[in-house]
């Protein structure tokens, strides 16, 4: 077992949804109660992770972000490294190719929250973040937990992005799924299968929690 890449890969789940909480909560309530010029494109392109393969991402991330780049060169000169082949580069990368696990659900509850409810605390007198604290977030917050819990869940699993954007560094951007490839090339199956393993339960473990918590809220609706 690759402990080493189980806590990197933590590391970067933990941060990744720890980002994606404001911005999926931000983007979610833009999408849901905003219309505006545009709005097809804007979810068209959020939702682009789901289907475009992972290294088609990971390829236009190492070409925006490196050394040739504007934003590679500009980082370059400011701080002396790049992000690619660095955590903070995968990091980069995994809070993008994981906004639509946590922004689609996200923006579904807040599309569920009766119009009259949230006119109605307008009326009263409340602020819009009055509005976001007391009536938004305690009615949305089983699909905001679902949408952390898939993102997380599915950087857990993350290669081909990965592999682009970090390479195969070890302690700095070698993750679990990485780990695994460079054990089945190497033969060791044993390895390999108990880390595939653990993949699986925990992966098991978090639709189970998606399950669990969409069951809860079809209870509270019915």
């Given at each position: 077992m690759d402990w080493t890449a189980f806590g990197?890969?933590?590391r970067l789940g933990?941060?990744?949804i720890l980002i994606l909480l404001p911005v999926g909560i931000l983007l979610g309530r833009l999408l849901a109660f905003s219309r505006f010029r545009g709005k097809g494109f804007a979810e068209a392109s959020l939702a682009l992770p789901l289907v475009l393969p992972p290294t088609v991402i990971g390829y236009y991330i190492l070409v925006g972000l490196g050394g040739a780049s504007p934003i590679g060169q500009a980082l370059q000169s400011a701080f002396g490294r790049g992000l690619v082949f660095t955590f903070e580069g995968l990091l980069v990368a995994s809070v993008i190719i994981n906004l639509p696990f946590a922004v689609q659900p996200m923006q579904?509850?807040?599309e569920a929250i009766a119009p009259d409810v949230r006119e109605a605390a307008s009326v009263s007198g409340l602020s819009p973040l009055a509005v976001?604290?007391?009536i938004d977030l305690p009615l949305a917050w089983p699909d905001i937990v679902t949408g952390?819990?898939?993102a997380f869940a599915h950087t857990l699993g993350e290669f081909g992005v990965v592999l682009m954007v970090g390479g195969s560094i070890p302690g700095e951007t070698k993750t679990v799924a990485i780990?695994?490839?460079d054990r089945v090339q190497a033969f060791d199956h044993a390895s390999a299968g108990m880390m595939?393993?653990?993949?699986?339960a925990l992966s098991m473990a978090a639709l189970g929690l998606t399950y669990a918590l969409s069951a809860r809220v079809g209870r509270h609706h019915a």
């Open positions: 990197l890969s933590f933990f941060y990744t579904r509850a807040f976001l604290t007391r952390l819990v898939l780990s695994i490839y595939s393993l653990t993949l699986l």
